[in-house]
């Protein structure tokens, strides 16, 4: 019993004592990088089990430093092994959203097929590649569920366009006719309101730099336009994980 009491003592004391260990090298990369951050914040420090390196997380972006801070690595970790991009695999698992919590009443919705598979689509009204996404991959793509977010991010005509769509009879057909045709939808009341600054907050609670940005079921994302052969893989690649 003593030597139990022992083992506990030593193992809560080896624990404690990581911890401060931790705690002390994160103080220490904070201090030593944060001035040169332009403003930004550090997140997080974690010690990766590869080179001696130290994960900075900045802005849902990810960095390496060793444990004094006193170099940056800015670039990508590849397993030569495997050849995967473990950088990547990274900033895809932190910046994961969890879909349930998406307001989705504030979004388009798109029904093809059978829709079971279930995708959310950050768009602005005035960018081209959101054109090209619509006009090609969500145009093509079938048994799938589209909630479409206007996420206005490139002028204030995105607001007035978007503001033109919520309000709309068929909200649905006046986002496509000027997504795929250029017809500009009609006129909204003045007394009509929008979702339009909410989504907005919404965007950059998660990050969203760019559009478009598409969210799958299990919170993944994948940043600007793809083809359909690369949405079909990646539903694939869902279904395998039991995904959606």
Do not use: H
Not at 93 to 110: C, G, R, T
Not at 194 to 202: F, G, S, W, Y
């Amino acid at each position: 019993m003593l030597k139990m009491k022992l083992a506990v003592l030593l193992a809560t004391g080896l624990l404690a004592s990581c911890v401060d260990a931790q705690t002390n090298v994160e103080s220490t990369i904070k201090k030593a990088l944060e001035p040169s951050l332009s403003g930004a914040k550090i997140e997080s420090v974690k010690e990766t089990p590869y080179s001696g390196l130290y994960e900075v997380r900045v802005a849902g972006d990810i960095l390496y430093t060793d444990k004094k801070g006193e170099y940056l690595v800015i670039g990508q970790i590849y397993d030569v092994k495997s050849s995967r991009n473990l950088t990547r695999e990274r900033i895809d698992d932190v910046n994961k959203i969890k879909f349930s919590d998406l307001p989705l009443e504030m979004a388009l919705k798109q029904v093809k097929g059978n829709g079971k598979r279930v995708i959310a689509v950050f768009e602005d009204p005035n960018c081209g590649y959101c054109k090209r996404l619509r006009q090609t991959t969500l145009k093509e793509i079938d048994n799938v569920t589209i909630y479409t977010f206007m996420y206005n991010i490139l002028s204030e005509d995105s607001f007035v366009k978007s503001k033109n769509v919520w309000c709309a009879s068929d909200r649905n057909k006046a986002w496509d006719d000027w997504m795929l045709a250029g017809k500009v939808p009609p006129t909204a009341p003045a007394a009509c309101e929008t979702p339009n600054d909410k989504i907005v907050a919404l965007g950059q609670k998660l990050r969203i730099t760019g559009t478009p940005a598409i969210f799958f079921a299990d919170g993944s994302r994948i940043p600007g336009a793809i083809d359909l052969k690369a949405l079909e893989g990646k539903f694939d690649s869902l279904e395998g994980k039991g995904g959606k």
